[in-house]
């Protein structure tokens, strides 16, 4: 079976461990390409993934390390490869190489990493090249699916393509010098919250962010966790008792949408549910349970094509993932969609279906910042 972006993150955060990566061109071939390719991109074709681009043809020495295409003479992200360990020394030098990259030919995302420690930049914005940094990731010390989520938001294929990376990096890019400490120790709070019961999420985050000396009430932790759209699983939502202890019963309005004709599902986060017994988390994970609820129930893939885009095997690339257990991969699909087809295999196999989300704060969104519910029921 072709190894999944997860595994391939364990194996390099082993390698990393024991040191394999000894240079640049380790890391560049080794390990920058291989993310690459399993974040949908043709490492194989120079005009998808250009390496020693130059931002100005006549000028050699203004080189990018790897320059990532969608469309021909307009270059999505610039990433700048170093050795391991070689970037916190140099950090302002390279961030200056990529802004007069960036004046010569402008691309939507910048990346610096040595392989460990990757630094994502939205140079499509005003200030300081530095300030423009959103995110930085550690691949020995983040949590293993956070490395996952952010590399699949904001260096995969289909994300950047569709614009959602855009308006995610925008997004961290408007957080409060407060809410910035808040989304660097969300990590260590979900640990924390995860590994003691007794402490909601909204709770860890409050303790976690006091050690960079900020102090923020449970409620304003709360409402962060649910600005930034993350829903991985129970334990991150926004629990009952959250909302209670912080006097906010309501953060956001619900609106309950009609599961037949729904109004638009796009640019929404913190996706959660349930098909008949079965909770699961974002939209592809609503496809995902519906499909698993069909072979259980002795559906096969001549009717499951039927409903869904489905192979048999594993299969990463054009939008597919797989469903390891099934030995199956199923296609990927917008939320709109995702709804659709998941509310179809549900009426057919009259199971009870319900998705909770948030519309991001964003103008197209159908309405922003407020909950909406989706849900049917089969009549008995």
């Given at each position: 079976m072709e190894e999944t972006?997860?595994?391939a993150l364990l194996d390099i955060r082993s390698k990393l461990q024991n040191q394999v990566y000894a240079n640049?061109?380790?890391?560049r071939l080794s390990l920058v390409a291989r993310v690459l390719q399993k974040?949908?991109?043709n490492i194989w074709n120079p005009k998808e993934v250009n390496t020693e681009f130059a931002t100005l043809p006549?000028?050699?020495k203004k080189k990018v390390d790897i320059a990532l295409f969608l469309t021909p003479r307009q270059p999505s992200v610039f990433i700048e490869v170093k050795a391991l360990g070689k970037i916190e020394i140099n950090l302002r030098e390279i961030e200056r190489q990529l802004r007069d990259y960036n004046t010569n030919m402008s691309?939507?995302?910048?990346?610096?990493?040595?392989?460990?420690v990757w630094k994502f930049y939205y140079p499509l914005t005003r200030g300081e090249f530095s300030d423009k940094c959103f995110k930085t990731l550690d691949l020995l010390k983040d949590d293993v699916d956070e490395i996952e989520d952010t590399l699949q938001m904001f260096l995969g294929k289909s994300s950047i393509k569709s614009g959602e990376a855009k308006l995610k990096a925008k997004d961290l890019l408007d957080l409060t010098q407060v809410e910035k400490a808040m989304e660097r120790r969300f990590p260590e709070a979900r640990k924390l919250a995860q590994q003691n019961p007794l402490i909601s999420l909204a709770d860890a985050l409050v303790q976690s962010v006091k050690e960079e000396g900020y102090s923020v009430s449970k409620e304003e932790a709360?409402?962060?966790?649910?600005?930034i759209g993350i829903g991985r699983g129970e334990k991150d939502t926004v629990s009952t008792r959250d909302k209670d202890e912080s006097g906010?019963?309501?953060?956001?309005?619900?609106?309950?949408?009609?599961p037949r004709n729904p109004e638009s599902l796009s640019f929404t986060g913190s996706v959660e549910g349930q098909v008949a017994e079965t909770k699961f988390r974002k939209w592809k994970g609503l496809v995902h349970t519906a499909v698993e609820k069909a072979w259980r129930r002795g559906i096969r893939l001549p009717q499951l094509r039927s409903w869904v885009r489905v192979v048999e095997g594993t299969k990463t690339n054009e939008g597919f993932t797989p469903i390891q257990e099934l030995g199956i991969?199923?296609?990927?699909?917008?939320?709109?969609?995702?709804?659709?087809?998941?509310?179809?295999?549900?009426?057919?196999?009259?199971?009870?279906?319900?998705?909770?989300?948030?519309?991001?704060?964003?103008?197209?969104?159908?309405?922003?910042?407020?909950?909406?519910?989706?849900?049917?029921?089969p009549q008995t």
């Open positions: 972006l997860k595994e640049e061109e380790h890391v974040l949908q991109w006549e000028e050699n691309s939507d995302f910048c990346i610096i990493t040595d392989g460990c709360a409402k962060f966790i649910q600005k906010s019963q309501d953060l956001h309005d619900v609106i309950k949408l009609d991969s199923v296609g990927g699909y917008s939320a709109n969609d995702s709804w659709r087809i998941s509310f179809e295999i549900a009426q057919k196999l009259k199971m009870p279906i319900k998705v909770a989300f948030y519309w991001l704060e964003n103008e197209g969104a159908a309405h922003p910042g407020k909950k909406g519910v989706l849900q049917w029921f």
